[in-house]
């Protein structure tokens, strides 16, 4: 009996003691980069404050959140720092030890961190390091000291940069994810990257700050050269378990999901644990060379809007630069953009240099414009040039040129002019094709372009030619040698007219009238 007492004390005096130790333990020091891996645990980590605001929902809480920035590398972890909110928080740039319980919530984690203690320099003298750009943090506190000013702003993207874009809405936030930030900025991207800038990438960017009155808000105005990419963002692991709407915000970003590879007579799809679970999914030819029908793995491409599908698909073989060429041409021509930026430097030069027209140019006219992109999606750069010598033939709009050019500054029209004296053309692009119904306001960005029209064509009392809509009273005007409506009536039945699209008043009605010209 007395053992069994001596090993009942025992067994007491150990689980005290382990208890005393899970109090008095200090906790693990982790990196940032593995905060997923300790879910419900108090840890430590070490890093430098970029941001910070006091009682974030304006609810009068004692609670300030921070932004820690990892030691020489670009993680950042949120820290919700429940404590008196008039507590002084060390400058920004200090480089400080957070004690907190990782808390994961709705795909979104954190620390959460409390009493005075929790937050503490990480030596005694509270040093920090010296930034080369402004935080987001510093221009949030007073804007207008920045006002109409051009700033160096260090922070993360909202919103992936593609290439092939020439204008981009996006923010720039003081944290990778959308969820964890606690300052946006709103910015306007003008021009064209060379690249894809991920969603999450780690930039600085020079932009100038103003006020916008019309929006009520601060906005960063920043030309696409002036985007320095630190660190670029990393894949976003996507869950069966997130709502479908909430893939609305992932669009454009590279992304991953584990599924099942699927193919039925409505195409291919991604299908998850739930019999409910569906992406649509677009392979690559390399899935199609290689079977992928039941295949499950964790499957990464660009999450795209699918116009063709009408849903938000999975993209494996996405390349933003296949639909519109980038204009990568070889060490003897010079680049348009070098002229744009500094005229002055080249005028009087005589250089070679490529790009594509950019509309129509008649053979009885020798003015138009040549830019760096086949259309104006992929275009950052137009200048006017003036064709010097005859041309018979129409260079269409898209066209490629090659050609050769002095470079001249014109005082009357205050800009800079390439006064083409030869030139070499590509293939012309194929010709757009009309939809019935569509309208003015689309129709009218073909105007002197070759296009395509499915119709009947018809002769009226005077003579005119038509090509009417089938089923219905639409018409435009058809001009053309007058066999056109003969040539229909012996086919029987709708053809397509490749033309070019013109307009003309009708003053007896006072209205414009759109024309086919397949003269």
């Known amino acids: 009996m007395a053992k069994l007492w001596v090993m009942f004390f025992t067994s007491l005096l150990l689980v005290s003691a382990m208890n005393f130790y899970a109090v008095i333990r200090e906790p693990d020091m982790i990196d940032i980069d593995d905060i997923h891996?300790?879910?419900?645990?108090?840890v430590k980590v070490e890093g430098v404050l970029t941001s910070f605001v006091v009682d974030p929902y304006g609810e009068q809480a004692d609670r300030i959140d921070l932004q820690v920035r990892?030691?020489?590398?670009?993680?950042?972890?949120?820290?919700?720092?429940?404590?008196?909110?008039?507590?002084?928080?060390?400058?920004?740039?200090?480089?400080?030890?957070?004690?907190?319980?990782?808390?994961?919530w709705n795909g979104r984690i954190w620390l959460s961190s409390n009493g005075y203690g929790a937050i503490q320099c990480a030596d005694s003298k509270c040093d920090g390091i010296e930034y080369t750009s402004l935080q987001i943090v510093e221009v949030a506190m007073n804007p207008s000291l920045y006002s109409n000013m051009s700033v160096k702003?260090?922070?993360?993207?909202?919103?992936?940069?593609?290439?092939?874009?020439?204008?981009?809405?996006?923010?720039?936030?003081?944290?990778?994810?959308?969820?964890?930030a606690d300052h946006l900025l709103y910015m306007q991207i003008e021009g064209r990257v060379m690249d894809w800038i991920e969603a999450g990438s780690h930039v600085e960017i020079s932009g100038w700050l103003q006020y916008d009155q019309r929006s009520l808000r601060w906005r960063l105005l920043v030309q696409a050269t002036a985007v320095e990419v630190i660190s670029q963002g990393s894949i976003v692991d996507l869950s069966w378990e997130l709502e479908p709407q909430s893939l609305t915000y992932e669009v454009g970003k590279l992304v991953s999901i584990d599924g099942i590879a699927n193919r039925n007579s409505e195409g291919w799809w991604l299908n998850g644990p739930s019999p409910t679970d569906k992406l649509c999914l677009l392979p690559s030819p390399y899935d199609i060379e290689n079977d992928i029908?039941?295949?499950?793995?964790?499957?990464?491409?660009?999450?795209?809007?699918?116009?063709?599908?009408?849903?938000?698909?999975?993209?494996?073989?996405?390349?933003?630069?296949?639909s519109n060429p980038s204009g990568e041409f070889g060490d003897d021509v010079t680049d348009l953009l070098s002229i744009a930026e500094s005229p002055f430097d080249y005028l009087g030069q005589n250089l070679t240099f490529e790009g594509w027209v950019t509309d129509p140019i008649s053979p009885d006219y020798d003015k138009g414009y040549v830019g760096d992109g086949a259309d104006y999606f992929s275009r950052s750069t137009k200048l006017r040039i003036h064709l010097i010598g005859e041309h018979s033939e129409w260079i269409e709009g898209?066209?490629?040129?090659?050609?050769?050019?002095?470079?001249?500054?014109?005082?009357?029209?205050?800009?800079?002019?390439?006064?083409?004296?030869?030139?070499?053309?590509?293939?012309?692009?194929n010709p757009n094709r009309l939809n019935w119904g569509d309208g003015y306001n689309s129709w009218k960005w073909d105007i002197g372009k070759?296009?395509?029209?499915?119709?009947?064509?018809?002769?009226?009392?005077?003579?005119?030619?038509?090509?009417?809509?089938?089923?219905?009273?639409?018409?435009?005007?058809?001009?053309?040698?007058?066999?056109?409506?003969?040539?229909?009536?012996?086919?029987?039945?709708?053809?397509?007219?490749?033309?070019?699209?013109?307009?003309?008043?009708?003053?007896?009605?006072?209205?414009?009238?759109?024309?086919?010209?397949?003269?």
């Open 37 to 42: 891996e300790y879910p419900r645990e108090t």
């Open 70 to 104: 990892e030691l020489g590398g670009h993680s950042v972890v949120e820290v919700r720092w429940y404590v008196d909110r008039d507590n002084d928080i060390p400058p920004i740039g200090t480089i400080i030890t957070v004690e907190g319980e990782v808390t994961e």
């Open 153 to 180: 702003i260090d922070g993360y993207l909202s919103e992936s940069l593609e290439p092939d874009v020439t204008y981009h809405s996006l923010s720039l936030l003081d944290n990778p994810s959308y969820g964890n």
């Open 293 to 322: 029908e039941g295949n499950e793995r964790e499957w990464a491409g660009r999450l795209v809007w699918s116009t063709d599908e009408a849903m938000v698909c999975l993209d494996r073989g996405y390349n933003a630069s296949a």
């Open 398 to 429: 898209g066209q490629p040129i090659r050609f050769n050019a002095t470079i001249i500054w014109s005082e009357s029209e205050g800009r800079v002019i390439l006064e083409v004296r030869t030139w070499t053309l590509g293939e012309s692009p």
């Open 450 to 519: 070759l296009v395509i029209l499915n119709g009947e064509a018809i002769m009226d009392e005077d003579g005119n030619q038509w090509i009417e809509r089938s089923g219905s009273e639409e018409s435009v005007c058809l001009l053309g040698d007058g066999s056109e409506a003969s040539q229909q009536d012996s086919i029987g039945e709708p053809i397509d007219w490749i033309g070019r699209l013109s307009t003309r008043e009708d003053s007896v009605g006072n209205t414009m009238q759109f024309c086919l010209d397949i003269r």
